[in-house]
Protein backbone atom coordinates (compact mmCIF):
# COMPACT_ATOMS: atom_id res chain seq x y z
CA UNK A 1 0.00 0.00 0.00
CA UNK A 2 0.94 3.67 -1.15
CA UNK A 3 1.73 6.04 1.81
CA UNK A 4 0.59 9.58 1.19
CA UNK A 5 2.88 13.04 0.93
CA UNK A 6 1.90 16.38 0.62
CA UNK A 7 3.60 19.62 1.46
CA UNK A 8 2.95 22.43 3.74
CA UNK A 9 4.91 25.70 3.16
CA UNK A 10 4.56 29.26 3.83
CA UNK A 11 1.48 30.97 5.18
CA UNK A 12 -1.06 29.74 7.42
CA UNK A 13 -3.59 28.72 4.58
CA UNK A 14 -1.11 25.98 3.15
CA UNK A 15 -0.57 24.72 6.85
CA UNK A 16 -4.36 24.82 7.35
CA UNK A 17 -5.33 22.92 4.13
CA UNK A 18 -2.54 20.30 4.86
CA UNK A 19 -4.69 19.64 8.26
CA UNK A 20 -7.96 19.71 6.23
CA UNK A 21 -6.25 17.03 4.14
CA UNK A 22 -5.13 15.00 6.50
CA UNK A 23 -8.42 14.99 8.66
CA UNK A 24 -10.03 14.24 5.40
CA UNK A 25 -7.81 11.22 5.19
CA UNK A 26 -8.57 10.16 8.50
CA UNK A 27 -12.07 9.21 8.06
CA UNK A 28 -11.99 8.45 4.53
CA UNK A 29 -8.18 5.89 4.87
CA UNK A 30 -7.55 5.78 8.33
CA UNK A 31 -5.01 2.77 7.99
CA UNK A 32 -2.72 4.93 4.77
CA UNK A 33 0.55 6.79 6.44
CA UNK A 34 0.33 9.75 5.86
CA UNK A 35 3.39 12.56 5.63
CA UNK A 36 3.96 15.84 5.84
CA UNK A 37 6.96 18.46 4.24
CA UNK A 38 6.27 21.71 5.77
CA UNK A 39 8.63 24.40 7.34
CA UNK A 40 6.14 24.99 10.01
CA UNK A 41 7.26 23.42 13.43
CA UNK A 42 6.17 19.64 14.17
CA UNK A 43 3.85 20.26 16.65
CA UNK A 44 1.60 21.79 14.42
CA UNK A 45 0.32 18.49 12.41
CA UNK A 46 0.42 16.24 16.15
CA UNK A 47 -2.46 13.76 15.46
CA UNK A 48 -3.00 14.36 12.06
CA UNK A 49 0.77 13.20 9.95
CA UNK A 50 2.21 9.55 10.78
CA UNK A 51 6.03 10.99 8.96
CA UNK A 52 7.00 14.63 9.64
CA UNK A 53 9.82 16.05 6.92
CA UNK A 54 11.68 18.92 7.56
CA UNK A 55 11.25 21.33 4.17
CA UNK A 56 14.64 22.06 2.61
CA UNK A 57 15.17 25.00 0.80
CA UNK A 58 17.87 23.90 -1.03
CA UNK A 59 15.90 22.13 -3.20
CA UNK A 60 13.94 25.48 -4.84
CA UNK A 61 10.98 27.52 -4.15
CA UNK A 62 7.79 27.15 -4.65
CA UNK A 63 6.87 24.09 -7.22
CA UNK A 64 10.25 23.03 -7.79
CA UNK A 65 9.45 21.08 -4.23
CA UNK A 66 7.37 19.21 -6.13
CA UNK A 67 10.56 18.19 -8.63
CA UNK A 68 12.12 16.36 -5.54
CA UNK A 69 9.18 14.06 -4.09
CA UNK A 70 11.37 11.53 -4.79
CA UNK A 71 14.25 12.49 -2.59
CA UNK A 72 11.56 13.59 0.30
CA UNK A 73 9.52 10.44 -0.02
CA UNK A 74 9.95 7.94 2.83
CA UNK A 75 7.47 5.69 1.05
CA UNK A 76 8.61 2.13 -1.45
CA UNK A 77 5.29 3.59 -3.02
CA UNK A 78 4.48 7.15 -2.85
CA UNK A 79 0.75 9.28 -3.57
CA UNK A 80 1.17 12.57 -4.23
CA UNK A 81 -1.50 15.09 -2.86
CA UNK A 82 -1.72 18.72 -3.04
CA UNK A 83 -2.67 20.41 0.30
CA UNK A 84 -5.59 21.69 -1.66
CA UNK A 85 -7.35 18.72 -1.65
CA UNK A 86 -9.99 16.52 0.05
CA UNK A 87 -10.25 12.68 -0.32
CA UNK A 88 -13.77 12.07 0.14
CA UNK A 89 -13.82 8.45 -0.73
CA UNK A 90 -11.85 4.94 -0.01
CA UNK A 91 -9.04 5.00 -2.15
CA UNK A 92 -8.87 0.82 -2.28
CA UNK A 93 -10.24 1.55 -5.89
CA UNK A 94 -7.54 3.75 -6.91
CA UNK A 95 -4.41 1.91 -5.44
CA UNK A 96 -5.43 -1.12 -7.52
CA UNK A 97 -5.13 1.39 -10.75
CA UNK A 98 -1.99 2.35 -9.85
CA UNK A 99 -0.24 -1.22 -9.10
CA UNK A 100 0.77 -1.57 -12.92
CA UNK A 101 2.39 1.42 -13.02
CA UNK A 102 5.65 2.42 -12.10
CA UNK A 103 5.04 6.29 -12.20
CA UNK A 104 1.58 8.05 -13.20
CA UNK A 105 -0.26 11.26 -13.87
CA UNK A 106 -3.86 11.65 -15.16
CA UNK A 107 -4.78 13.02 -17.98
CA UNK A 108 -4.39 12.88 -22.29
CA UNK A 109 -1.41 13.01 -24.31
CA UNK A 110 -1.01 15.64 -26.52
CA UNK A 111 1.19 16.71 -29.63
CA UNK A 112 -0.15 20.43 -30.49
CA UNK A 113 -1.49 23.49 -28.91
CA UNK A 114 -0.72 25.65 -26.52
CA UNK A 115 -0.27 24.46 -22.96
CA UNK A 116 2.65 26.25 -20.88
CA UNK A 117 4.41 26.09 -23.77
CA UNK A 118 3.88 25.63 -27.91
CA UNK A 119 3.50 21.84 -27.81
CA UNK A 120 4.57 20.71 -31.16
CA UNK A 121 7.50 23.13 -31.03
CA UNK A 122 8.85 21.30 -27.59
CA UNK A 123 8.13 18.00 -28.62
CA UNK A 124 10.58 19.10 -31.89
CA UNK A 125 12.93 20.11 -29.46
CA UNK A 126 12.89 17.12 -27.34
CA UNK A 127 12.26 14.40 -29.82
CA UNK A 128 9.19 13.14 -28.53
CA UNK A 129 6.07 12.42 -29.48
CA UNK A 130 3.87 13.87 -27.25
CA UNK A 131 3.95 14.97 -23.82
CA UNK A 132 1.00 14.41 -20.76
CA UNK A 133 -1.61 16.97 -19.95
CA UNK A 134 -2.63 16.84 -16.75
CA UNK A 135 -2.98 18.02 -13.30
CA UNK A 136 -0.28 18.09 -11.26
CA UNK A 137 -2.38 18.06 -7.83
CA UNK A 138 -1.53 13.87 -7.84
CA UNK A 139 1.59 11.86 -8.67
CA UNK A 140 2.20 8.15 -8.09
CA UNK A 141 5.12 6.87 -8.08
CA UNK A 142 7.17 3.26 -6.83
CA UNK A 143 10.85 3.88 -5.49
CA UNK A 144 13.07 2.88 -8.47
CA UNK A 145 15.00 3.61 -11.75
CA UNK A 146 11.65 4.95 -13.62
CA UNK A 147 10.65 7.83 -11.06
CA UNK A 148 14.32 8.29 -10.56
CA UNK A 149 14.73 9.24 -14.55
CA UNK A 150 11.81 11.48 -14.59
CA UNK A 151 12.63 13.89 -11.37
CA UNK A 152 16.27 13.85 -12.45
CA UNK A 153 15.14 14.24 -15.96
CA UNK A 154 12.46 17.44 -15.03
CA UNK A 155 15.40 18.85 -12.16
CA UNK A 156 17.85 19.26 -15.30
CA UNK A 157 15.22 21.07 -17.43
CA UNK A 158 14.13 23.16 -14.57
CA UNK A 159 17.44 24.97 -15.31
CA UNK A 160 16.68 25.69 -18.80
CA UNK A 161 12.78 26.80 -17.50
CA UNK A 162 12.57 30.45 -19.23
CA UNK A 163 15.45 29.81 -22.20
CA UNK A 164 13.30 27.40 -23.58
CA UNK A 165 10.48 29.63 -23.25
CA UNK A 166 7.92 27.76 -20.86
CA UNK A 167 5.35 29.73 -19.51
CA UNK A 168 5.32 30.76 -15.71
CA UNK A 169 2.83 30.26 -13.24
CA UNK A 170 1.66 32.70 -10.80
CA UNK A 171 5.04 34.30 -11.30
CA UNK A 172 6.72 30.72 -11.02
CA UNK A 173 7.94 27.96 -12.82
CA UNK A 174 5.35 25.45 -12.69
CA UNK A 175 6.23 21.65 -11.84
CA UNK A 176 3.19 19.98 -14.79
CA UNK A 177 5.39 21.27 -17.96
CA UNK A 178 8.78 19.80 -16.65
CA UNK A 179 7.41 16.65 -15.36
CA UNK A 180 5.66 16.33 -18.93
CA UNK A 181 8.69 16.87 -20.36
CA UNK A 182 10.48 14.84 -18.39
CA UNK A 183 7.83 11.76 -18.77
CA UNK A 184 8.10 11.99 -22.61
CA UNK A 185 11.81 11.73 -22.75
CA UNK A 186 11.43 8.73 -20.46
CA UNK A 187 8.44 6.92 -22.52
CA UNK A 188 6.06 7.77 -19.46
CA UNK A 189 2.44 8.65 -20.63
CA UNK A 190 -0.27 9.20 -19.05
CA UNK A 191 -2.98 7.83 -17.63
CA UNK A 192 -6.44 7.68 -18.46
CA UNK A 193 -8.35 7.23 -14.73
CA UNK A 194 -11.93 7.49 -15.97
CA UNK A 195 -12.51 10.44 -13.81
CA UNK A 196 -12.43 8.40 -10.85
CA UNK A 197 -9.47 9.46 -9.26
CA UNK A 198 -8.51 13.03 -9.09
CA UNK A 199 -10.60 16.36 -10.94
CA UNK A 200 -10.46 19.73 -10.00
CA UNK A 201 -13.89 21.98 -10.85
CA UNK A 202 -11.98 23.93 -13.16
CA UNK A 203 -14.70 23.33 -16.43
CA UNK A 204 -17.57 22.22 -14.06
CA UNK A 205 -21.25 22.40 -16.01
CA UNK A 206 -24.03 22.80 -13.23
CA UNK A 207 -23.56 21.78 -9.68
CA UNK A 208 -21.54 20.16 -7.07
CA UNK A 209 -22.51 17.24 -5.89
CA UNK A 210 -19.48 16.57 -2.60
CA UNK A 211 -20.05 15.86 1.17
CA UNK A 212 -16.68 14.91 2.21
CA UNK A 213 -18.03 12.66 5.34
CA UNK A 214 -20.52 10.95 3.17
CA UNK A 215 -18.12 9.59 0.31
CA UNK A 216 -20.04 11.75 -2.48
CA UNK A 217 -18.23 13.78 -4.72
CA UNK A 218 -20.24 13.71 -8.96
CA UNK A 219 -20.35 16.47 -10.79
CA UNK A 220 -20.03 17.00 -15.14
CA UNK A 221 -16.95 18.15 -16.49
CA UNK A 222 -16.55 19.32 -20.11
CA UNK A 223 -18.82 16.76 -21.31
CA UNK A 224 -17.40 14.01 -18.48
CA UNK A 225 -19.57 12.46 -15.35
CA UNK A 226 -17.05 12.72 -12.75
CA UNK A 227 -16.91 10.92 -9.38
CA UNK A 228 -13.15 11.42 -8.13
CA UNK A 229 -12.07 9.95 -4.75
CA UNK A 230 -9.90 13.12 -4.56
CA UNK A 231 -11.30 16.57 -5.23
CA UNK A 232 -8.69 19.41 -5.91
CA UNK A 233 -9.67 22.95 -5.19
CA UNK A 234 -6.93 24.42 -7.20
CA UNK A 235 -6.48 28.09 -6.98
CA UNK A 236 -9.20 30.05 -6.00
CA UNK A 237 -11.55 27.09 -6.06
CA UNK A 238 -9.94 26.64 -2.54
CA UNK A 239 -11.56 29.79 -1.15
CA UNK A 240 -15.26 29.01 -2.85
CA UNK A 241 -18.59 28.29 -0.97
CA UNK A 242 -18.09 24.22 -1.26
CA UNK A 243 -14.28 23.73 -0.32
CA UNK A 244 -15.44 26.33 2.89
CA UNK A 245 -18.54 24.09 3.73
CA UNK A 246 -16.75 20.95 3.53
CA UNK A 247 -13.55 21.83 6.35
CA UNK A 248 -16.45 23.45 8.38
CA UNK A 249 -17.86 19.49 8.39
CA UNK A 250 -13.88 18.31 8.93
CA UNK A 251 -13.63 21.08 12.05
CA UNK A 252 -17.17 20.50 13.66
CA UNK A 253 -16.83 16.70 13.50
CA UNK A 254 -12.98 16.52 15.01
CA UNK A 255 -14.47 19.10 18.07
CA UNK A 256 -17.95 17.16 18.43
CA UNK A 257 -17.00 13.69 18.41
CA UNK A 258 -18.03 11.26 19.81
CA UNK A 259 -21.18 13.47 20.74
CA UNK A 260 -21.78 14.13 17.11
CA UNK A 261 -21.65 11.59 14.26
CA UNK A 262 -20.75 12.14 10.63
CA UNK A 263 -24.68 12.60 9.66
CA UNK A 264 -25.41 14.36 12.02
CA UNK A 265 -22.73 16.84 11.17
CA UNK A 266 -23.00 16.39 7.54
CA UNK A 267 -26.74 17.68 8.32
CA UNK A 268 -25.77 20.33 10.24
CA UNK A 269 -23.24 21.82 8.34
CA UNK A 270 -24.94 21.76 5.04
CA UNK A 271 -28.49 22.89 6.69
CA UNK A 272 -26.60 26.28 8.33
CA UNK A 273 -24.50 26.56 4.88
CA UNK A 274 -26.88 26.17 1.88
CA UNK A 275 -29.63 28.15 3.46
CA UNK A 276 -27.46 30.81 4.23
CA UNK A 277 -25.29 30.68 0.84
CA UNK A 278 -28.54 30.07 -0.97
CA UNK A 279 -30.30 32.95 0.24
CA UNK A 280 -27.07 35.22 -0.97
CA UNK A 281 -27.47 33.52 -4.58
CA UNK A 282 -30.89 34.15 -4.45
CA UNK A 283 -30.43 37.91 -3.57
CA UNK A 284 -27.72 38.61 -6.20
CA UNK A 285 -29.76 36.89 -8.94
CA UNK A 286 -33.15 39.50 -7.82
CA UNK A 287 -30.98 42.32 -8.12
CA UNK A 288 -29.48 41.39 -11.62
CA UNK A 289 -32.98 41.39 -12.75
CA UNK A 290 -34.09 44.55 -11.49
CA UNK A 291 -30.76 46.67 -11.90
CA UNK A 292 -29.32 45.40 -15.31
CA UNK A 293 -33.00 43.27 -16.78
CA UNK A 294 -31.62 40.23 -16.86
CA UNK A 295 -33.34 37.15 -16.63
CA UNK A 296 -33.62 35.28 -13.54
CA UNK A 297 -31.50 31.98 -13.54
CA UNK A 298 -33.30 29.25 -12.01
CA UNK A 299 -30.72 26.66 -11.57
CA UNK A 300 -27.97 25.75 -9.75
CA UNK A 301 -28.70 27.00 -6.57
CA UNK A 302 -25.36 26.49 -5.14
CA UNK A 303 -22.66 27.95 -7.74
CA UNK A 304 -19.46 27.56 -6.91
CA UNK A 305 -19.36 30.82 -6.86
CA UNK A 306 -21.87 33.47 -6.56
CA UNK A 307 -21.52 35.35 -9.75
CA UNK A 308 -22.48 32.10 -11.90
Not at 113 to 129: H, I, L, Q, R, S
Not at 208 to 217: F, G, M, S
Request: glycine share 6%; hydrophobic share 40%; with cysteine.
Amino acid sequence: MPGIITIAQGSNRYIEMAKMLAFSLIQTNPDIKRAVISDAPETEFEGLFDIYIPYNSSYGDGFSQKLCLDKYSPFEETLFIDADCLVVKSLNDAIRFFKPHQFAVFGDQISTGEWYMDVAAMCKKFNVPSIPLFNGGVYYFKRGETATNIYTTAREIRDQYFQIEIDDFRGSMADEPLMAIAMAINKVEAVDDQALIMRTPIGINGALKIDVLNEVCAFDKQGEKAEPAIMHFAGAYSIAFHYKREIAKLKLLKVSTPLLNKKLVSLFINGTYNVSYGSYVFCKRVLKVILRGEKFDFTNWLPIYSNL
